[in-house]
């Protein structure tokens, strides 16, 4: 069965630093999504993208994220300086349309220190 | 944002039906229901989802009230691997999941 997948499972960084948060999406999908959920709490929407752009993205998303798809098989979330309340878990999620259902990968455990 | 209710918390025994109700009475006529769950340690998974007509796979059942302004996810047999945060999101068109807190389901052996 086809799946997200994520990589690495669990990264460890020190505040400031940039990190990149890798993800597979399901081949024939169009729309990819990252999310994230702090211990304990909601899952939240960060970023949605499709056709090479940024379709929405939430408050969480400013200036210090930025998302690409750079191969047309990976699609990357990138923190530029990374704050000890960025750790979370990022899941990658993708999608064939809007009103379909999404596919979540296992996520990314990112630890800042 | 869209807003659902569901209670936060469900136990029912090993291998009986769970029906997980949900009220989303600010849903739009062309919202489509949703239902994702997530299992411990893991990501979100889909379940189902449904626009008016009760909906059914191999997973479980969509029961979608008349009026729209409530579901039910029902599970036809539970087993100890539906122990999960169960979530009910109404889409208002756009592509983002909006996640509540769920109704953590516990089953009992």
Redesign the interface.
Known sequence: EPEVTQTPSHQVTQMGQEVILRCVPISNHL?F?W?RQILGQ????LV?F?NNEI??K?EIFDDQFSVERPDGSNFTLKIRSTKLEDSA?Y?C?S?EG??T???????TRLTVV | DAKTTQPNSMESNEEEPVHLPCNHSTISGTDYIHWYRQLPSQGPEYVIHGLTSNVNNRMASLAIAEDRKSSTLILHRATLRDAAVYYCIHRFGNEKLTFGTGTRLTIIP
């Open positions: 729309y999504y999310y909601k899952v939240e929407f949605s499709y379709s929405e939430s878990m899941f999620a999608s809007t009103i259902e999404a596919f979540f990968g296992q996520g």
